[in-house]
């Protein structure tokens, strides 16, 4: 069904931001609802924010506000899921996942993750 790449993620101190890059193809792109995740050191992974091909949006509690997800196409080749954080907490910390899911909440693919780090 193809890739989900993440880059973007990094370290920065409690109250900054960073933007999350989810590159994906555009099969999954045009085909498919997209998600961001996160999983902390010995937690399980949870749903961050979602958006559907429409452009319908849903965050956890813990980040509205804070969060903004979206995504993104030029042209034929570039097919992308932003996240946007700001005000970013310590307990934000954790490698964040990219994912696309069908109507009916079957997972299609995820992406291998980039670890972001919220710490001074």
């Known amino acids: 069904q193809g890739q989900l790449v993440e880059s973007g993620g990094g370290l920065v101190q409690p109250g900054g931001s960073l933007r999350l890059s989810c590159a994906a193809s555009?099969?999954?792109?045009?085909?498919?609802?997209m998600g961001w995740y996160r999983q902390a050191a010995g937690k399980e992974r949870e749903l961050v924010a979602s958006?559907?091909?429409?452009?319908?949006?849903?965050?956890?509690d813990s980040v509205k506000g804070r969060f903004t997800i979206s995504r993104f196409n030029a042209g034929s080749t570039v097919y992308l899921v932003y996240l946007q954080m700001n005000s970013l907490k310590p307990e934000d910390t954790g490698v964040y996942y990219c994912?696309?899911?069908?109507?009916?909440?079957?997972?299609?693919?995820w992406g291998k993750g980039t670890l972001v780090t919220v710490s001074s």
């Open positions: 958006i559907t091909r429409g452009g319908s949006t849903n965050y956890a």
């Open positions: 994912n696309a899911y069908s109507s009916s909440g079957a997972v299609i693919s």
């Open positions: 555009r099969s999954i792109f045009s085909s498919y609802d």
